[in-house]
């Protein structure tokens, strides 16, 4: 039985740190369940949701150049139901003093955020979005603080 990405598995928790838990699975192999692929919901502690020696469903989410497994605890089973969004007018202030309007840009033909570039198809290593991220990230703050030094300047005048 080979271990393949999607693959729903049943195991059993052998350890659990601050990052995660360790999941011990067939042919004496064992996986990571990352603390984020615990529960649909934040987990601040994983003891609240998972204990050592608990059998659990897991869902083989990635398997790396080292053969280590990624595992996940909330893709093995059906997210919960969203509640339902009541129509109507939102309350008042709920997003801004002008209900949620965008202001438009004091600068004519300066737009701070400009959109992201196109995403690749097909999967997207854990790698690649941090490297995503945090290039977007950089350009963002240096903008930031380009933006902060004309404004400091000007109030010297």
Do not use: W
């Amino acid at each position: 039985m080979g271990f393949e990405v999607g693959s729903i598995l049943e195991g059993k928790v052998t350890g659990i740190t601050k990052f995660g838990a360790f999941v011990s699975l067939p042919e004496n192999r064992s996986g990571l369940v990352h603390i984020s692929e615990i529960a649909y919901t934040y987990v601040n502690d994983i003891h609240e949701h998972i204990n050592e020696g608990q059998t659990v469903t897991v869902k083989v989410i990635g398997i790396d150049d080292n053969n280590r497994i990624n595992l996940s605890m909330k893709q093995a089973l059906p997210p919960p139901a969203r509640p339902e969004r009541r129509p109507g007018p939102r309350p008042a202030g709920h997003r801004g003093e002008n209900g949620g309007e965008r202001r438009p840009n004091r600068r004519p033909g300066v737009n701070s955020f400009q959109a992201a570039p196109p995403q690749p198809k097909g999967p997207v290593s854990f790698e690649d979005q941090l490297k995503q991220f945090m290039a977007s990230s950089d350009s963002k703050l240096s903008e930031l603080h380009m933006n902060e030094k004309r404004s400091s300047r000007r109030g010297r005048r």
